[in-house]
């Protein structure tokens, strides 16, 4: 079980929680015409054995979205932020 | 290397099985080889299998960097089966069912294939015309399938909850009857046996960290046991991939997820089939042993670590007991995990990478187990010829690039909803 710390609401099981998805990918500009720049962005995952950052979402608590970093080989959770926080 | 028969069985056991020889060398690293496979789970080890024997290509070497099939080939449900329905994947899965059924002869070695049948029970008239569809495309490329109403399916599996207060009615089934399951490790161990009599040399504890390059070409490893020089470096690695395909430079269109497995206390016989339940994602089957084999979902998040999490466990035993509240009881002996590469559409990749001298067979979900026969076969195949072999030559990498996923269950480009 994951304990996963919500800016909002403190430690929370990771039940109250939905998984999202890679945190480090940026939807391309809408204009983009480049086909290569959208299959990487749909497709293309770094998939890294580490630090991972991600989106969960508190879906069972303050239904904010959240972004943790996470190690995919311990699963060590470093700390996490409001996810329109770290977009603004 | 001996030949195992009936004969050679009495002789050991007469000696008190204290003279059998080893099953395969453990050789040295030779400074180069023709082609090395990175990975000795079943994929590398076929495909080494396939190499000698098809194309006599033998200067081989697999390097693994733990123990035979110590990664998702000994972690597996072992469900063999062919049923499916996008074109490439259809032809391949089958080649593989029909490579099972003579398996233990050709490796002369027992891989216990049983095809006691596979069915999903579906629970709405719905998934019911899903199911009937997909079971007509296999009937329309000569694959056998069967469709049971509600009757037949309680008179074959009557131990699945029929009543009124079921959490999901079941509507009937859908059944293969040549699936089955087979012994994980045996299929590591009988490649590894008949590879290394043709003259493969099969390393383990050599764990690949980085490549040897001739400008920007591969042509060999770096391996804990010194640098390996190949003209072809084939990767095999399940789990893997992504992380070995970045040293090389290469991004993939994989995710890395956990899928965890379980075991019961023995019973008698009670599960005669592989039974997969339609109302969540679940399936189970009873070992030889009279342990039921239990799988469900995935974790969810993005893992490499060889272990689940317990809010899986729960899940997958609340739909173990929806669907048979009789089991409810049972103790679990064991649960583990494995580490497996989910790719962007569900479906593998086979074939030659953009870089030069670095070729990929990764990307097997959770479903690359029954793949083994056909994606050794089918690689060695790509390797020996550098071009593929028709039944998998759709599983390119560039198929991503140019819209031709193979999205066998309709999720879209994301990995864990394969
Ligand atoms: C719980 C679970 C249940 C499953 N159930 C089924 C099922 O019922 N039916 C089915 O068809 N499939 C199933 N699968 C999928 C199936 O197990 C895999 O797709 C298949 O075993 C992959 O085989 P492989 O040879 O590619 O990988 P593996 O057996 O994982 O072999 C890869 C090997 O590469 C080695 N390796 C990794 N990195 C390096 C390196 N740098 N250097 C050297 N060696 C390295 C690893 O140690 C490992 O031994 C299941 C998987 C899991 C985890
Ligand atoms: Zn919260």
Known sequence: ????????????????????????LRRPD??????????????????????????WHHVSGCRQWILVERDTLTHEIFGSSLVREVAA | ?????????LRHGLTGNKHWPRAWRDPAPKPSYDVVIVGGGGHGLATAYYLAKEHGIRNVAVLEKGWLGGGNTGRNTTIVRSN???????IFYERSMQLWGNLSQELNYNVMMSRRGYYFVFHS????????????VMRANGIDAEFLDRAETMRRLPMLDYSATARFPIYGSFSQPRAGTARHDAVAWGFARAADKQGVDIIQQCEVMGYIWDKDKIVGVETTRGPIRANKVALAVAGHTSHLA???????????????AYVTEPLKPLVDHVIIYGGAHFYISQSDKGGLVLGG??????????????????????SAKALMPSISRLRL??????????????????????????????????????????????????????????DNAEFTLQRFERGYQIDESGAGPDPKAH
């Not at chain 1, 909002?8 to 929680?17: A, K, N, Q, S």
């Not at chain 1, 809408?30 to 890294?48: A, L």
């Not at chain 2, 290397?1 to 069985?9: A, D």
Request: charged fraction near 20%; proline fraction near 8%; aromatic fraction near 10%.
């Open chain 2, 333 to 390: 002996l064991r649960q583990w995990a494995g580490a497996m590469d989910m790719t962007m559409d569900g479906s593998p990749i086979i074939g030659k990478m953009p870089i030069e001298g670095l070729w990929l067979n990764g990307g097997w979900c959770y479903g690359g187990f029954k793949a083994i026969p056909a994606s050794g076969y089918c690689f060695a195949w790509t390797l020996a010829k550098g071009e593929p072999h028709p």
């Open chain 2, 246 to 260: 970045a040293k090389a430079g290469l991004r993939l269109p994989i995710e890395t997820h956990v899928l965890q």
């Open chain 2, 125 to 136: 008239p719905g998934q019911g015309e899903v199911l009937r569809r997909r079971a007509n």
């Open chain 2, 1 to 9: 290397m001996s030949q195992y028969s009936v004969l050679s069985i």
């Open chain 2, 297 to 318: 979902d995935l974790d969810g998040f993005n893992s490499y670590a060889q272990r689940g999490g317990l809010p899986t466990v729960e899940h997958t035993l609340q």
């Open chain 2, 84 to 90: 499916y329905m996008m074109p490439g994947n259809t």
């Open chain 1, 30 to 55: 809408m204009e983009e015409t480049d086909p290569g720049v959208w299959h990487d962005y749909v497709f293309i995952r770094d998939n890294p054995q580490g630090r991972h950052k991600e989106y």
């Open chain 1, 1 to 24: 079980m994951l304990r996963i710390p919500c800016p909002v609401c403190g430690l929370r099981d990771e039940t109250e929680f939905t998984y999202g998805a890679d945190a480090t």
